[in-house]
């Protein structure tokens, strides 16, 4: 799953998507961290409470005996990708996830200040789950009192944007997000379809449907006689569905909407008195639908009241 | 070209005399004209002549040296004029020092502004009601403030922007776009705000001209023999810097314009930071166009101007097209006003526009000459002051009135091993308000090799005491990331 072609492609994937952080870097499982291990991650209150007790100017040397106590990065971690915007100095955060599902986080800064506001931040979210730091508010941000607006959304607050970045992060270490790791993909061979990436494992699925739900649709399609004309883009269930069905019930047809057009009229013609279209209402060709849908509509009309002819001429 | 100008003729002088300054101008007052029949006299848009406070009305702490002279006493003369300047932050008095930024108001400005929106706020231009006529009599007697602050030849030639970016991006967008073709070359400076570099830059990928970026002398000046030396008959335009915003250095405009005529190039001088801080007359400078933001000269924001040799205007196209900017309108096509008309589309600043003519107004009855004289006192006192703090790299040239070094008054610095922001959020503790980061000049401070730094820039209203509580707090900042 961690292919170096599917790093690649993650990696393009959140470029492309703006997702600066860990855009080149692959997740990595380091599995010698434990829960344990990582800083027990401390409640925002708890470390605010220190913040609060002092005063002035001993906030900001509170925060710089932070800083320091920061492990500083190497350069090879200094680097574009891990830059948080958004700081009048230079912010760099990176985010692991330990072996027992919680993050590390990393930071440092060419700034004191930004560095204790950056120290202070993984104190607070280290150890947490990627869910967890999720639902870490933003107003927690003003418990520190450095400022009046340390909440707001703005270009300029570094504190905010720090705060953003790590759940960023945790975004794509959500398990689940591991679609950012691999591109989806299907591979089919004479003997089976294999799918990689939680997109196409999904959509994979759908190959397989519901017998039950086969059966109850045939049954009904036939007793009714009703003909069926879906479009390419209908939910796989739906398709998954209709395909299984039509092997046994040949009046369902799944194409583009002219194929679906010829066939509506075809159906029609041979006597078919109820049709049910599945369409995507994006799909344009609605416009050239409409007179065909039309037409169906009287072929129908008009089959069924040969129909009533032919049963008044037979009485 | 069809013509439309609908403004009203202005007929009348009252010549006043500042009591403070000696300089004598002339104001207008309108007189009835076929476009202005319900004008009445007296009215209360009339700009009212700026009243300083006296001498004695506010004097701050004393100040450190006894070297008093009677430039000294201007701040403390103007002071009590600006109102937000006598204010605590964190309980200490503010001191100001981001004029660079922006500057403040004074009341005069702010009673001009407040006048005009609680007296006779109206459209201008359009309506023959008593209301809007005043607007526009206010409006267009406030472009002949502007103009006669920079010693245009006529109104005329004053294009009301938003700011100064604004017009750049005006003349990249009309002029630049007819005139500027693949392979032209456009000349610029390292130290550029990026206002006078990303335009170009827009420009140049539209059409394939070239820029060029004139270095720095190693005392940090414009290196005008480099500027020589890229000057060829393929420059079109010299877009240039009046006085640096971080460096602080002063630029030889008549040379680069002589420079300029050389090759039929034209100039384009950005003077927002030497519009609000010395006299400033385009006649003698020379160049061909010139840009200011009003909020750097005690005017409100969204006000600022272009001015243009009237010939010139007269030969750009259109840029933003829509209301006033028109002669007559028809369903497939247009016909447009005069300069500066042309480039004024849609409902204008009004009130900002007023205040940036009583802005112009409250400063010449200073005198730009005594602004200038004050300015380069207490400019060469921040800077002898600051380098005298230990671990101090100021950036740009020190003043040297001998070999006729000019620094304007504001010092961009970096302190050993300490951030600019750092420096920055502690002083902030202390009351005193300076900037930290690239200050808009990128490109400037990557030539230089540095990723941020600190900025105090003064105005008319800062006093050396000021000064002195600054470099205090400095030193006491810098002890303070030592200590810890």
């Keep these: 799953m961690d292919s170096q072609f599917g790093t690649r492609r993650a990696s393009m994937f959140c470029k492309q998507n703006n997702l600066s952080a860990l855009a080149s870097r692959p997740l990595v499982y380091a599995a010698s961290v434990t829960r344990e291990d990582a800083s027990r991650n401390i409640a925002f209150e708890e470390l605010a409470s220190d913040f609060q007790d002092a005063e002035g100017t001993e906030r900001f040397k509170l925060l710089i005996q932070y800083a320091k106590n920061l492990e500083p990065m190497s350069d090879s971690e200094r680097a574009m990708e891990n830059r948080i915007m958004g700081c009048t100095s230079q912010v760099w955060i990176t985010a692991e996830l330990g072996a027992d599902g919680s993050i590390i986080y990393r930071g440092d800064s060419d700034s004191d200040i930004s560095k204790g506001l950056c120290a202070v931040l993984i104190k607070c979210l280290s150890g947490l789950t990627p869910l967890e730091v999720l639902e870490v508010p933003t107003e927690k941000l003003s418990l520190f009192g450095f400022s009046e607006d340390a909440a707001t959304a703005s270009r300029t607050n570094g504190f905010y944007n720090m705060l953003e970045a790590m759940k960023k992060s945790a975004r794509l270490l959500t398990p689940g997000a591991g679609a950012a790791s691999v591109f989806p993909s299907l591979t089919i061979s004479a003997d089976a379809v294999t799918a990689q990436g939680d997109f196409a494992l999904s959509q994979a699925k759908f190959l397989e449907p519901d017998a039950a739900a086969v059966d109850r649709l045939v049954e009904a399609l036939s007793a009714k006689k009703i003909g069926v004309v879906a479009h390419f883009y209908m939910d796989p269930e739906v398709q998954g569905v209709l395909s299984a069905a039509a092997k046994r019930w040949p009046h369902i047809h799944i194409s583009d909407s002219l194929v679906m057009a010829d066939r509506a009229v075809g159906m029609a013609e041979a006597g ?37 002819a032919a049963k008044a001429l037979a009485t | 070209m069809n013509t439309h100008i609908s403004q009203p003729r202005l007929r009348s002088y009252h010549f006043r005399t500042s009591p403070e300054s000696g300089t004598t101008f002339a104001s207008r007052v309108p007189l009835l004209t076929p476009q202005t029949k319900h004008v009445s006299h007296g009215s209360p848009f009339v700009v009212e002549w700026p009243r300083h406070a006296s001498r004695n009305s506010h004097v701050l702490s004393v100040c450190a040296t006894n070297d008093v002279s009677i430039e000294t006493d201007l701040a403390s003369e103007v002071r009590a004029d600006f109102p937000l300047l006598d204010q605590e932050v964190y309980g200490k008095p503010l001191v100001y020092l981001d004029n660079a930024a922006t500057s403040q108001k004074p009341k005069q400005v702010l009673d001009v502004l407040a006048a005009y929106y609680t007296g006779y706020n109206s459209n201008v231009h359009r309506g023959v009601h008593n209301l809007s006529a005043k607007s526009t009599t206010a409006y267009e007697q406030a472009r002949e403030q502007v103009a006669r602050f920079v010693n245009a030849d006529s109104w005329k030639e004053i294009v009301y922007t938003r700011n100064a970016s604004e017009a750049i991006n005006l003349v990249a967008n009309t002029w630049g776009a007819e005139n500027i073709g693949e392979g032209d ?32 002398t190693e005392d940090e000046r414009l290196d005008m023999e480099e500027l020589r030396g890229l000057v060829n008959s393929r420059t079109k335009l010299i877009s240039i810097a009046h006085v640096s915003n971080t460096l602080g250095c002063v630029n030889p405009v008549e040379e680069i314009v002589s420079l300029a005529k050389e090759v039929d190039a034209k100039v384009l001088l950005d003077a927002c930071q030497s519009v609000p801080h010395m006299p400033v007359d385009v006649q003698a400078l020379g160049c061909d166009w010139l840009v200011a933001s009003g ?27 829509g209301g006033e900017m028109i002669a007559d309108v028809f369903l497939e096509e247009s016909t447009y006003a005069e300069p500066p008309s042309r480039f004024e589309a849609g409902t204008p600043a009004i009130g900002e526009a007023i205040g940036l003519g009583a802005a112009c107004e409250y400063l010449s009855a200073i005198g730009m000459d005594r602004v200038y004289q004050y300015e380069t006192e207490i400019g060469e006192y921040l800077h002898q002051k600051l380098s005298e703090v230990e671990g101090i790299r100021i950036y740009g040239p020190a003043p040297d009135s001998s070999s006729g070094i ?16 750092d420096l920055a959020t502690i002083l902030d503790q202390s009351g005193i308000a300076i900037r930290s980061g690239h200050h808009c000049t990128q490109p400037l401070h990557r030539h230089l090799g540095i990723n941020a730094t600190a900025r105090a820039s003064l105005y008319v209203y800062n006093t050396r005491a000021e000064v002195d509580a600054f470099v205090e707090g400095l030193r006491e900042t810098i002890s303070f990331f030592k200590d810890i």
């Design chain 2, 406 to 421: 000019e620094r304007a008054a504001l010092c961009s610095f970096t302190a050993e091993g300490v951030h600019a922001t």
């Design chain 1, 272 to 308: 078919y008195v109820t049709l049910r279209v599945f369409h995507r209402l994006f799909c344009l060709p609605s416009l050239h639908w409409h007179p065909v849908r039309l037409r169906a509509r009287a072929l129908v009309r008009e089959a069924a009241s040969r129909r009533l």
């Design chain 2, 185 to 216: 070359e456009i000349v610029l400076s390292v130290m550029e705000h990026h206002s006078n570099i990303v335009p170009w830059q827009l420009l140049a990928k539209r059409t394939g001209a070239v820029l060029r970026f004139v270095g720095l």
């Design chain 2, 295 to 321: 909020h750097k000269m005690c005017a409100p924001t969204g006000i600022g101007f272009l001015w243009g040799k009237y010939e010139l205007l007269d030969s750009m196209p259109p840029w933003m097209g």
